[in-house]
């Protein structure tokens, strides 16, 4: 059964990232992708949208894929539907850098969690980013 990382593995994670690509990106203020994508950068974070149907959100250009980024990330944040996942897995495992795989709330696929895993890569599930780096951190809104 899949563990998330414990808190302080994860208060470590938020503390050194800077750099957060975001799987899935909207550019509409109300969804929730944009909504925590705004707060991770009001707390000093970079967000790299990554969808390929925008050109921009937040201010940054839109990559149409992970491979597309030209600099490595600390975080690939998704919001993305569970069957989306193993796909987006392999795109990360295809980098040249190993970023924390952070699988939103409501996002939740074992296998492909555990295939990442076993890559040695961290794999957050089913938590949000927002909530934890408030809970974790303090963060303002």
Request: contains cysteine; hydrophobic residues 45%.
């Amino acid at each position: 059964m899949f563990q998330n990382p414990d808190d302080a593995v994860l208060k470590e994670i938020l503390s050194k990232s800077r750099r957060i690509a975001v799987v899935g990106l909207s550019n509409k203020p109300e969804r929730d992708s944009y909504r925590v994508a705004r707060y991770m950068k009001e707390q000093g974070y970079e967000i790299i949208p990554v969808n390929p149907m925008i050109q921009e959100a937040l201010g940054k250009r839109a990559y149409p894929e992970l491979s597309a980024i030209p600099h490595p990330v600390d975080i690939v944040n998704v919001f993305r539907r569970a069957e989306e996942v193993p796909a987006i897995i392999e795109a990360v495992l295809q980098l040249n850098f190993q970023p924390v795989i952070w699988l939103q709330l409501g996002v939740v696929h074992q296998e492909a969690a555990e295939k990442a895993r076993a890559r040695g890569l961290t794999v957050v599930m089913d938590r949000c980013l927002m909530v934890e780096h408030r809970r974790l951190l303090g963060g303002s809104c």
